[in-house]
């Protein structure tokens, strides 16, 4: 059993700041790539930003520039840094990863999610 448990969301003003965490827990062999997703109401969930194992990088083109995803390999944590916050990122924010839980058995797990809420 693996559990990916967010944290970090909340309400910020358009401009601020936010960081959420997405710590892994349980029968864990090996952590492959992460990733955050986003959902807003009414419309499909999409892909923020991800990062493997060895630390490579992609983002939405949306939030290039303003996110940034990073990994603590000790901690089983991923990191969402996000900047310059606007309205159009308020959703609810979702950890997915790519878990080893032996040498021969890889599956994919989701967080509960976080909200984030941008005024404006």
């Known amino acids: 059993q693996v559990l990916l448990v967010e944290s970090g969301g909340g309400l910020v003003q358009a401009g601020g700041s936010l960081r959420l965490s997405c710590a892994a827990s349980?029968?864990?062999?090996?952590?492959?790539?992460m990733a955050w997703y986003r959902q807003a109401p009414g419309k499909q969930r999409e892909l923020v930003a991800a990062?493997?194992?060895?630390?490579?990088?992609n983002y939405a083109d949306s939030v290039k520039g303003r996110f940034t995803v990073s990994r603590d390999n000790a901690k089983n944590t991923v990191y969402l840094q996000m900047n310059s916050l606007k309205p159009e990122d308020t959703a609810v924010y979702y950890c997915?990863?790519?878990?080893?839980?032996?040498?021969?058995?890889?599956?994919?797990?989701w967080g509960q999610g976080t909200q984030v809420t941008v005024s404006s």
């Open positions: 997915n990863g790519d878990i080893q839980v032996n040498r021969n058995y890889e599956y994919n797990y």
């Open positions: 990062i493997t194992s060895g630390g490579s990088t």
């Open positions: 349980g029968s864990i062999f090996r952590i492959n790539a």
